[in-house]
């Protein structure tokens, strides 16, 4: 069957549709709602297409191809049309940094996402740099939205295992209602309620965990947005690398494909989108692999203790240890979780070094459990796991345990040895039938961790054997006559764990899966694991009196801190922490009442320190408030101040507002929000300014634009302004200086580096002004926004970010309690185009 | 006589293989036996030099003769009657400088191990929780304020509270000790052996208030004025951090000792992710200075996982560290490279250190410091890579305080001055000491001069 597609001439196969068969020849049609594991849905029509004697625009997902079609897909027509198509789509999410002038100028100064709670735009989206809808905008050139967004005022919800949701990013795209129901023919998930409240959830409310979910992914996996998100792997970032492998943690061996950024392991998921596979390979690897107690380094026992040491100290001490016990008191035990050529190479030592018999290699059962004991007689024996009862080893004149995270029988040891496992190794596996599937390398083992089989040769070698000179895995495979072997990718059957997570495994090389993995711990099995959530305590003595969520991820708190109350100043600051383990965090103070013995913060949801304090209720207490602290900004009549504030910022800016009011200035305050409801203390500002200005970056209230266009624009209109003052994040401020540099305007900034006292005792918030070095917690927190090195300072508070988003990623699911106002935000809204 | 024959026992501790990555404290302490053996060396000299080498006085002899009885509790107390951290200073004091250099024993033989002794007694009445109280004088009514919680602050509120008068020390930090706490690492100093000194206090009556900034809270005139206090000290200690002022002394990785020990001591970021703070794990780090900060920066990133090099710009023999904390590090794997200056640090796109340039020095005429002055070696620069770069060249004095009280005179290094017999400053009824007053110094002079500003204050109140 021949058809015309954009002047080309194509070849359609039987049953295919027009978007399919173009997709097949690389001619792209914009499209959100098809998925190349779905049927077509026809919903977000995007692809739509224009057909010679076909009226109006049908969509290419769903209309057959046929002989003869003359298809076009790109007319500038249908690039409109879909342009508000697109438009109307984004009028229900976060859509403010698509339409923003300035959207280049952000990439470039922050390409990654940063942390937040509820996201607002892309700049705090997990999704950011794989998402389909930016590109879409960008290749559609959407630049303004027909009417205001709304904003559904979902809570988040991260109570269930794994599986983050955010559902103000959701389209109603439907892919994951129907994926699911591909994968396990009922589907988990629906459409819930109707019109305008229509969302994804599980019917009668229920959790997605009671609603029987297998926690396969797949939904994640095909969400256009970032509206459903792998809470592990959310704010890594896109991965630099992407491997295939097969999965060991049953012998189901599904296909992984596997993502890692810089050598770290970040996310799994299935080759065959058609197939869902189960938790384990979904979710627990990337967390498994990294845990923080995964064995680093060889150890050696000195008397009591287990020495660290080198692997040359360590191979050396083995050899001349293992001399001693040539013959049958020498075993070996493993279990299938060692790749054949590991396995082979156990053997080989056992019997051609050592000269024994004892080669033992346990298969697991079902729950993964591999237990056996020793044969009679054994004086000293390798383990690879956590096998053996204890009181077994207690016999043993020699014990080496080579494995991947310490147990009880690594701490009996006299030898311990770091192992490389599963997807930190090549080599070869077989599956339940006994076909060989390929483990490929995804990610580098942590520390001095080695393949097991190398550790073996170079122990043989070490003992002078000759035949262990191997020098991959892959020679191995090729000695042993393996041929090559292909990923399963195809499967007739779902695996078992996959229908049932109850079925999966709980053990890998005797070690409970769900100890280093927070959220199988959810998914209980059987009676749980010792590892129990951390508890906090909120012994402190500075009460949380009110807290409300005034805008998405924006929370308004007021404390009772009277000694900071009594001394608080305009642009001052505390530093909080929640409990005795928590780190310490400035916020900027925004209220105080001195009288009350209160102060109020506007604190937004970023990483585990912001978010535990969030997360706290009204009567909750904080360990400890410490402040005020900074030095306060200097009050006095300058004439025109304008005062630009983004988000935090416009909690912030209120009583500089009103002290340079009482100062006698004509006080111009300029709050920036992404989106109209993003916009918070209108009133309080209006009524304590001489002239209030909202801005929205995507034009829904008031002007279009960031603060400083607005005081650009004055300025250029020949209008005095004699101090500019910005509180905001980074680039706000960093983008207010740039911009009125070139008027000679003295413009200040309010820099909020890392702390760490906040007294000028450590340090850490170090900030580079003019050739000078700072510290904003002494000598700030304003300076001259024309001098700071705003590269320097937006790298320094990044410093952190990979262990932050690692603790993030493994902090147990929580309720949200925090969220008391759901009410939908109305559309009419006023409206007001420069 | 055998007793000549006892050599000076030896402090057994943790082999460095081991403690090279853990945090418990290094030295296990004397036995009952060992001490008494060790006291037995004593020659409980009618005119003890030792004594008049210990900046507190501590009745050295005679706690001594305790310990050789055995009667250990008694000793404790005898070694409190002077010192009210013994715990503390047994195991940070720079002995070998102070009460042992005097040692008689030491002029032909090795000194008797005062420090070691001193540790035991303290640490052993603390495990047989049979702490008695001393007895308090009657209460004055009269009010002081302790501006901070370090060691000088310490004393003066341990020595005031028993004399009956009522004290408030007021801390800016989440946790009381200053340095102790900040500081000096755990397995040189056990954070548990402070915090059992603190809850002694506490138990004298002593308030804390945390969380607390002298400065911005209340400024020291409110204090005495509004708040009710009759005297105050201030003992803020030298808590900011000097830099090099080279390049590239922002970028991400490079660290003042100050910042280091703090995210690992106080807000224990070794422990996390079970604590909030993030640690500092990297590979390659060099650690500038040759001080105890130095060494004990440099212990605490081998701790970490990291391999260490210290880069100090003058020789051995300058070094100002103790000799054994020195001794320490060598047999734990760091590395010195000695007569080496930084000339700059080098980043990546993305602020991160990746390298160091250093230059060599040789050493020239003696400076004003009386230590030959190190100069550069011409062309003979070269690059270290490395991923953390740890700043330990030294504190100065913070000067909140001076900055928010004009009037509180303070000389050209910021510290502020006072009256050496009295350590009253320029304003009537405030004391200050310890590194406030001298700069960067040692825990034992900090609290020496608290010892001198208490009596001090003690009696200035009786005249009030
Ligand atoms: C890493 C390191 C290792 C050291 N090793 C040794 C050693 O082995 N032996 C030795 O003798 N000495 C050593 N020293 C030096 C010794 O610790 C100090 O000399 C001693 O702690 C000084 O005591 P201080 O009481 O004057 O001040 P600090 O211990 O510095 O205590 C001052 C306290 O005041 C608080 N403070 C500051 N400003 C304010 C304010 N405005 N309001 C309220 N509170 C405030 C601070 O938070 C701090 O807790 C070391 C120092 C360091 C940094
Ligand atoms: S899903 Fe996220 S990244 Fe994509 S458009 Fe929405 S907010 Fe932006
Ligand atoms: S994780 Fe799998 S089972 Fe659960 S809702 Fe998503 S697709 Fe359905
Ligand atoms: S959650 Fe994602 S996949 Fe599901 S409907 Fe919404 S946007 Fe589409
Ligand atoms: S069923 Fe689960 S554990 Fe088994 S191989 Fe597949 S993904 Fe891995
Ligand atoms: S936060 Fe430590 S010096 Fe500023």
Redesign the interface.
Known sequence: MKLTIDGKTVTAKEGETILECALRHDISIPHLCTHSALSPFGACRLCVVEIEGMRGYPTSCTTPAAEGMVVRTNTQALQELRRNILALTMLEHPSACLVCDRRQLCEQYRPEAEKAGRTTGCHTCNNKEVCEVRVLAEDLGLSELPVPPSYHQRPLERAEPFIDRDLNLCILCGRCVRICKHQHGTAVIDFIDRSSRTHIGQAFERSLLDAGCRFCGSCVDVCPTGSLADRYAKWYGKPDATIETTCIFCDAACALELGAKRGKLITAKAVNEDVPICVLGRFALPEFLNGTDRLRMPYVRVGEVLRETEWKEAIKAMAAKLREFVGDGFAIVCDTASTIEDRHIFKKFTSEVMKSKNYIEIKPDARGVSRTSLPKGTKAALLTGNFIDAAQLKALELLIVQDCYPSAVSERADIVLPAAVFAEVDGTIPDSSGQKRPLRKACDPPGQAKAEWRIICELARAMGAKGFAYKSAGAISKKLGIPKTDLQVERDKTPEAARDPKLRRTYFRGHRIDEKVRGLQELLIDGGSSAGAAETEHKGNFQILEKHEIAPNTHEIVIEAPEVAKKALPGQFVIVMVDEKSERVPYTLCDWDARKGTITLVVLEKGQSSRKLVLLKAGDKLAHVVGPLGVPLEIKRYGTVALAAGCYGIGAIVPIAKAMKDAGNRVLTIAEARSHYLSYYREKLQAISDEFIQTTIDGSMDIKGHAVDVIVKKLKDGEKIDCVIAIGCPFMMMLTGQETKPYGVKTLAALNPIMLDGTGMCGACRVTVGEETKFACVDGPFFDAHLIDWDELRDRRAAYSAEEIHSLGRTEPVAPHHNDNHKCMSLHRTRNRE | MAKEKIPRQPMPEQ?P??R??NFDEVPYGYTEETAILEASRCLKCKNPKCVTGCPVNVDIPAFIALVQEGKFIEAAQKVKEQNTLPAVCGRVCPQEEQCEKLCVLGVKDEPVAVGRLERFVADYERNSGNIKMPKIAEKTSKKVACVGAGPAGLTVAGDLIKLGHEVTVFE???ETGGVLT?GIPEFRLPKATVQAEVDYLKKLGVKFV????VG???TIPELLDKEGFDAVFIGTGA???A?M?IQG?????V??A??YL??SNL??AYL????????I?RQRVAVIGGGNVAMDSARTALRL?ADVTIVYRRAREQMPARNEEIHHAEEEGIKLKLLNNPVRIIGDD???VVAMECIRMKLGEPDESGRRRPIPIKGSEFIMELDTVIVAIGNKP???IPQTMPELETSKWGTIVVNEETMQTSVPGVYAGGDIVSGAATVILAMGQGRIAAKAINEYLAKK
């Open positions: 082999a293989e081991d090279a990555r800016a930090l989440q900040y945390m969380d607390f900034v911005r809270n209340s808590g900011l951090p830099f002022k002394e922002n970028l991400v990785g660290y003042s100050n910042e703090t995210r807000m224990k996390f992710p079970k604590y909030d703070t993030p640690p794990k996982g993305r602020h991160r913070n000067p909140l």
